[in-house]
């Protein structure tokens, strides 16, 4: 008897109630029951579920611009392998883990053991033991560069990136499940990203004061390595001192993209990309890793989905057998 005056029956022994109908707000748990439980609303915006072919394209991204990076763009650790030792200064990470000095073996083996790592990763064969495999040597490479001179911080998102990428585990480009630890990963990409833009507009106050929007700091640019593109700017200066306030303003309030809705916040990200291409005409400064991040906020499985559509049959095989991009 329940509490409601109705009588209770258990099935027959051997029975299979599996196929039942669910109670109202079955469909409200993982697990299919309702529990009464209720998951914040943070826990269910940081674990909002995401397509699996999105994580499986941006983690190709990834991994393929650790192969370029490290042989074109940011190859600064291979040399110090030759320096004097008596110019390492550790940084934090180095002195928690007590790394040494780089010498030319070790930093020959983070350089090629992190572009092998990455081109095997890009097959989406074993996700976690070579997605590590990168985070561990990519982020050491960048360590060794970075303990002899200037720290870039457009590089910080892309270790979360390499850090959690790996924790979803299988995913291909034609995965059509949601999951919410893909949901999680890729919300925190995105997290590091902003947290990028709006932590520079923080450095700024809190090394240069208020005053920096009102500095000459992109007159200086210009002058330093300005090209012909930029370099008239400096005949019409109001022009540079507006620019850092619009610059000042859109790192500060860059958080501000999560409370957009999915067009606006497209939109957002293409007016970051088209900032960049500007800075990068104009003084050919680009925040490579970090572009690669903002991608988090696209839906990258549809940019996948058309070009399996339209590449030749010979192309879209490759593709197949290097990542999982099954039909």
Same mark, same amino acid.
């Given at each position: 008897m329940t509490a409601d005056g109705r009588v *209770?029956?258990? /099935? /027959?022994? $051997?029975v299979d109630t599996s196929g039942a109908a669910d109670p109202p707000g079955a469909a409200d748990t993982p697990a299919g029951r309702d529990t009464g439980v209720r998951t914040p609303r943070l826990g269910r915006w940081l674990f909002d579920p995401a397509p699996m072919s999105?994580?499986?394209?941006?983690?190709?991204?990834?991994?393929?611009?650790?192969?370029?990076d490290v042989l074109g763009l940011h190859t600064s650790g291979w040399y110090h392998g030759w320096a004097d030792p008596v110019w390492y200064e550790p940084l934090l990470l180095g002195d928690a883990?007590?790394?040494?000095?780089?010498?030319?073996?070790?930093?020959?083996?983070?350089?090629?053991?992190?572009?092998?790592?990455?081109?095997?990763?890009?097959?989406?064969?074993?996700?976690?033991?070579? $997605?590590?495999?990168?985070?561990? $040597?990519?982020?050491?490479?960048?360590?060794? *560069?970075?303990?002899?001179?200037?720290?870039?911080?457009?590089?910080?998102?892309?270790?979360?990136?390499?850090?959690?990428?790996p924790t979803v585990g299988l995913a291909h480009l034609s995965d059509r499940r949601r999951s919410e630890a893909a949901g999680f990963a890729l919300?925190?990409?995105?997290?590091?990203?902003?947290?990028?833009?709006?932590?520079?507009?923080?450095?700024?106050?809190?090394? $240069?004061?208020?005053?920096?929007?009102?500095? *000459?700091t992109m007159v200086r640019a210009v002058v330093r390595r300005g090209t012909p593109w930029a370099r008239w700017l400096l005949d019409v200066p109001w022009t540079l001192h507006w620019f850092q306030w619009v610059l000042f303003t859109a790192e500060l309030t860059a958080p501000v993209i999560f409370l957009l809705s999915e067009r606006w916040r497209r939109r957002a990200v293409a007016g970051w990309f088209v900032f960049h291409a500007m800075t990068y005409a104009a003084i050919t400064i680009a925040f490579w890793p970090h572009l690669v991040m903002m991608l988090a906020f696209l839906p990258l499985e549809r940019g996948a989905e058309w070009l399996r559509e339209r590449l030749p049959r010979r192309v879209a095989a490759t593709l197949r057998s290097v990542s999982g991009w099954s039909s």
């Open positions: *209770a029956i258990d /099935p /027959p022994s $051997g999105r994580l499986a394209a941006l983690r190709l991204l990834v991994f393929g611009f650790v192969v370029v883990l007590h790394l040494p000095a780089a010498s030319v073996a070790l930093v020959e083996l983070l350089r090629w053991g992190s572009v092998a790592a990455a081109l095997a990763a890009m097959t989406g064969r074993a996700p976690r033991l070579l $997605g590590w495999t990168v985070a561990v $040597g990519w982020t050491w490479y960048q360590y060794v *560069a970075f303990s002899y001179g200037k720290v870039d911080h457009d590089r910080a998102d892309f270790v979360v990136a390499l850090a959690l990428l919300r925190a990409v995105q997290l590091a990203a902003v947290a990028t833009y709006f932590l520079s507009a923080w450095a700024k106050v809190r090394f $240069g004061g208020w005053e920096w929007v009102n500095s *000459a």
